[in-house]
């Protein structure tokens, strides 16, 4: 007994947790966490534990404490109180148990059907083969294998979880018991002595009272009882059979009390202290060997996740599976390249006749004769095709003369006629009156022949040539005179300057003869003599011709280099750039869209004018649609001539723009939100909450561009 309640061997000696765990668990089982060399052991029935010396046994100096506590009345509550903190710290960690093992098991499953999902998707025809997609299976069996480490380990938390929780309970259970037994021999103890001193004190009150009365004190002469007055001699004799009485009960009362707490000092007290002692030991011990597999198998989930990632090599070569690393650089791009393209040799197309020019008989006429080393070969890209009329009927076949001059006026660098000498200019309040009587725009390029051909306006290109701008207002009234593409047979064919890109892409510092970007619209028209600045002209016919089908256009941004050299191009003669061959602005056309729109965002006054910006805004805050498009109709139509001029080819073509929208995904709202700010100005609004009503009226333009403008 005295060994048991040693106050040293409870806090300094190594818990014995062999025979005496084995008859309070029962057939619970903790698990079996892995050792040092990964073999798994079971420290609760002693089999295959492996485990180092013992550390040496260190005196407490807090001993002689320990003892006179746990020896005292306080001793059964203190070790109640500490089983309770160690049953409290186990349901906690079991908590975190259960909790991390519902997130593993979480981040395995979903890690399992990525790698299932990624494995069937990569399989498609759409996705790469070859050595890519060997090298990302294995990617994806690692990853799976991970998955199963992960998946093992959250069953293995869950089981710890449930073994901690339940070994806590039966230590609950426990700590119950010898509450109720402890507590309740303390307080018999405490009862009897509480009633052996009262005894004492009724004792000691009826020996004084004896004493007076048996020492003669007269203070009161006479007793009253039942039957009368007592004398001195009779209450004398009550006074002894009571205080006798009280002996008898004060000694039977001691008696009692000695006996209770011999018992609890003997036996009750010393078995509650040794089996909560043990109790606490069960509990602290069970925790501290979950947390001890708890970190065990972290390792060995870091430790199986790390070979998976990179196994360790061994001799035999061939047999081990490759790293991820490994199998993420076998992967052969050009020999991958080269396999899908070599899979396509047995499906090559035959090759076609060299492709040549067969002039038409009718450009023959037989009064003539023919000198086909005198006549000019007309190129696809010569245009054939006035924009500026829309025809009624089929086109006429009439192939007139053509002068000296006018062979010379053709032979021209495009845009380099005289400019008109009245500009005249129409608005449109409804449909608009026909635009056929503008003739071709001076500076926007060579006179056009009659022929047949959409307009401009419709957004269909014609082969034959680019679109031209025509169809807008302020050009030369005057129409231009017939012509027809043969020269005399003593003229010799001269180079035209489509035929190949000018030599300004070649100069990386061109000197700005007649600047362009940051002049007004009222200074290029009053130096030009074009109402749509060539540069626009330019911009707008490249993005027609070859972006109306590029994803994004307008919203991607192009080469920074490219936009340079362009603007330089244009700042040193506009007139002498012409991008109807795709080389001549580098094949970059989101370059030419980028262009286009710094232009505007360079001009000093906003395209729409900061003059006409509050009416702008007060009409796009107009909820009705009709209203809205009426009063920005309105507000249009006495914009500068140049402005409005510039607007209408503008919208005309951004219309064309989002007419493709399916394929360039770039709708009306899309092209308001990039537009909206640059044309009406990025810094004109009081504030940044006009940038939704600056996107508004340009939306409210697109979506009623036939309404507002003429397609014509």
Known sequence: MADDNNPDRLLSEPPDFSSQHRER???????AAP?????EVSPLNGDSITTSAPPPVLTNPNAKAVHDVVNSEIGVATLLNRLKQSIASAKEFATFLKKRSTLEEEHSNGLKKLCRITAENIRRPEHRHGSFLQSYEEVTNIHERMSDNGAQFATSLHQMHEDLLEIALNIERGRKHWKT??????QRVADAEAAMRKSKAKYDSLAEDYDRAKTGDRQQS??????GPKSAQQHEEDLLRKLRAADEDYAAKVQAAQSQKAELLSKTRPDAVKALEDLIKECDSALTLQMQKFASFNEKLL???????????GNESGSQPRSLREAVYAIDNDKDLSNYISSFASKVPARTSEIRYEKNPVLNPPSHTPQPVAAPIQRQSDPQVSFGTRPQGPPPAVVTAQSPQQAQQMNQPFGQHSPPAVPQHERSFSQGPSMQQFGAMP???????PGHGASYGSGSISASGPPQLSTLPFQNSQPPP????????????????????????HVVNLPPLKPVFGLSLEQLFERDGSAVPMVVYQCIQAVDLFGLEVEGIYRLSGTSSHVNKIKAMFDNDASKVDFRDPANFFHDVNSVAGLLKQ?????????????HYPGFIEAAKNEDDTVRRDSLHAIINSLPDPNYATLRALTLHLNRVQENSPVNRMNASNLAIVFGPTLMGANTGPNIQDAGWQVRVIDTILQNTYQIFDDD
């Not at 037994?181 to 303390?186: D, N, R, S, Y």
């Not at 430790?303 to 090599?313: E, Q, R």
């Open 35 to 39: 050792n040092a060399n990964g073999d």
């Open 222 to 227: 006479k007793k009253f009882g039942l039957k």
């Open 599 to 611: 232009f505007f965002r360079d001009l000093p006054d906003p395209l729409l004018t900061a003059e």
């Open 482 to 505: 017939q012509q027809n593409f043969q020269q005399p047979p003593q003229a010799a064919p001269a180079p035209t300057p489509y035929s190949q890109p000018p030599s300004t892409l």
């Open 443 to 449: 500076g926007g390029g060579p006179p056009r022949g």
């Open 181 to 186: 037994t402890g507590l309740t021999a303390e």
């Open 303 to 313: 430790l199986s996740n790390g070979l998976n990632v990179s196994p360790l090599k």
């Open 25 to 31: 668990t029962g057939s619970m089982s903790l698990g």
